[in-house]
């Protein structure tokens, strides 16, 4: 009992040696880092701050999500550049434009990445390092004295300064006066123009008109992966929007689940998973399979489909009411 009680101790602690040696080779396949070209700037300059990513191919980068400020400096902007995809890993690159308005030393916080490999859908983090940058005033005396401003010297008016007032006056006048002619000598219209009425299209056949167009389009199979999807998921929430009346449109995923729970939509898991994909093909460059391009086309269709039923009971009960 004792031999067999060691022997199982030893395989336990193996497996967890191996563990932790593949996450280390893994974590070492995955480089981040912050740079900048110089740490002294004058204030009111922009101090760019290039992010970047080293990975293997599998792995899926998120850009930095930093918000308004990074630490007591100003983010201006944001630049995301194409990653570069070498035979074995992947170089992804962000340039943070900061700006800081006071003078002193500033320390640029590390800056969190955020990943995930391709299949999985747990997140990993990694963090640069942080930085440190010294922004120095703009220069002049600063030791003198203030001393009074003198006042501006007025100079003598000329018919210069009066000529666009006398052609504003003169084409307020002409416009009145050209009003003025048009309704006293216009003739009256012989007929009527009519109103043309466009009749408003049901939302679930608008809907399937679009599903149709998209389809045509073949977008993602000349290479428009996005715009296939963001299309795709547009069409359902746009109908969403139609049917129930909520701004399904303008909502995030989350927000969108969290309405559609209410009303009983979303009922399967795939469906779901149509708007999670879609996220990560818009925001994580996230290429699927062609059949999981042609699955989607079915899940949306089944979505707006099932949702067409839950809105014939809120219908009656308008009409109840």
């Known amino acids: 009992m004792k031999l067999k009680f060691k022997h199982n101790t030893g395989l336990i602690l193996t497996g967890i040696l191996i563990f932790i040696l593949l996450n280390s080779v893994n974590a070492a396949e995955i480089q981040v880092r912050?740079?900048?070209?110089?740490?002294?700037?004058?204030?009111?300059?922009?101090?760019?701050?290039?992010?970047?990513?080293?990975?293997?191919?599998?792995?899926?980068?998120?850009?930095?999500?930093?918000?308004?400020?990074?630490?007591?400096?100003?983010i201006v902007k944001i630049e995301n550049f194409q990653p570069v995809v070498s035979k074995d890993q992947v170089h992804h690159q962000w340039?943070?434009?900061?700006?800081?308005?006071d003078t002193g030393k500033f320390e640029i916080p590390a800056i969190e990445l955020r990943c995930h490999t391709a299949g999985d859908t747990a997140i990993s983090a990694f963090k640069t390092e942080p930085l440190q940058v010294y922004i120095a005033g703009a220069g002049g005396d600063t030791l003198k004295a203030?001393?009074?401003?003198?006042?501006?010297v007025s100079a003598p008016l000329e018919f210069a300064d009066f000529l666009p007032f006398i052609i504003l006056i003169a084409w307020v006048g002409f416009l009145v006066l050209a009003i003025w002619w048009w309704k006293k000598y216009?003739?009256?219209?012989?007929?009527?123009?009519?109103?043309?009425?466009?009749?408003?299209?049901?939302?679930?056949?608008?809907?399937?008109?679009?599903f149709?167009?998209?389809?045509?389009?073949?977008?993602?199979?000349?290479?428009f992966v996005k715009e296939y999807w963001s299309e795709l998921t547009e069409i359902v929430r746009?109908?969403?929007?139609?049917?129930?009346?909520?701004?399904?449109?303008?909502m995030t995923t989350d927000e969108l689940f969290e309405a559609g729970d209410?009303?009983?939509?979303?009922?399967?898991?795939?469906?779901?998973?149509?708007?999670?994909?879609?996220?990560?093909?818009?925001?994580?460059?996230?290429?699927?399979?062609?059949?999981?391009?042609?699955?989607?086309?079915?899940?949306?269709g089944l979505i707006v489909r099932q949702a067409k039923q839950l809105t014939i009971p809120l219908m009656d009960t308008e009409a109840v009411l």
């Not at 203030?146 to 501006?152: F, S």
């Not at 149709?212 to 290479?223: A, D, I, Q, S």
Request: with cysteine; glycine share 4%; charged share 35%.
């Open 34 to 74: 912050a740079s900048i070209d110089t740490a002294n700037y004058l204030i009111g300059d922009w101090i760019p701050l290039k992010v970047e990513a080293i990975h293997p191919q599998n792995v899926v980068f998120f850009p930095p999500d930093v918000g308004e400020k990074a630490g007591d400096l100003d």
């Open 95 to 101: 340039n943070l434009i900061l700006a800081a308005y």
């Open 146 to 152: 203030p001393h009074d401003i003198k006042p501006p």
């Open 186 to 210: 216009r003739k009256p219209r012989e007929k009527a123009i009519e109103e043309v009425k466009i009749p408003r299209l049901d939302p679930y056949d608008y809907a399937n008109k679009r």
């Open 212 to 223: 149709v167009e998209l389809e045509n389009k073949k977008l993602w199979e000349r290479g």
């Open 238 to 250: 746009e109908y969403l929007e139609n049917a129930f009346i909520f701004n399904a449109l303008e």
């Open 262 to 300: 209410k009303l009983g939509l979303f009922r399967e898991e795939g469906h779901r998973e149509l708007f999670r994909q879609a996220d990560w093909v818009k925001f994580a460059k996230f290429i699927p399979a062609a059949e999981d391009c042609i699955k989607a086309m079915k899940t949306a």
